[in-house]
């Protein structure tokens, strides 16, 4: 949310204006090249996105998504955790063979 602060805007909630400089931490300058050290990170996140994405389009596509027709929190949690254990058993079904 933001307030006015002697003539200028800031952040109240200091959990935004946080996140918002980490954000900015692993920014770089347009047309720079990357530094090794920015290509790890960016391999390690590429990474982890890459194996979340898989599940969550494997479940889009053969399990009609993650979204549930259901009322209440405890039915959601309750669909969600049923297609997450279909989805752990046919991948160790396919590993193990």
Same mark, same amino acid.
């Given at each position: 949310?933001?307030?006015? #602060?002697?003539?200028?805007?800031?952040?109240?909630?200091?959990?935004?204006?946080?996140?918002?400089?980490?954000?900015?931490?692993?920014?770089?300058?347009?047309?720079?090249?990357?530094?090794?050290?920015?290509?790890?990170?960016?391999?390690?996140?590429?990474?982890?996105?890459?194996?979340?994405?898989?599940?969550?389009?494997?479940?889009?596509?053969?399990?009609?998504?993650?979204?549930?027709?259901?009322?209440?929190?405890?039915? #959601?949690?309750?669909?969600?955790?049923?297609?997450?254990? #279909?989805?752990?058993?046919?991948?160790?079904?396919?590993?193990?063979?």
């Amino acid at each position: 949310m933001w307030t006015k #602060v002697s003539g200028k805007k800031s952040l109240q909630n200091t959990s935004i204006s946080s996140f918002i400089s980490a954000q900015r931490l692993f920014a770089t300058r347009r047309n720079t090249p990357l530094t090794d050290e920015d290509k790890a990170k960016n391999r390690a996140i590429a990474y982890t996105r890459a194996r979340i994405e898989h599940i969550f389009g494997y479940m889009t596509r053969f399990m009609a998504g993650i979204t549930s027709r259901v009322h209440g929190i405890d039915r #959601v949690t309750r669909d969600v955790t049923a297609k997450n254990l #279909v989805y752990n058993v046919r991948r160790y079904v396919c590993i193990e063979g």
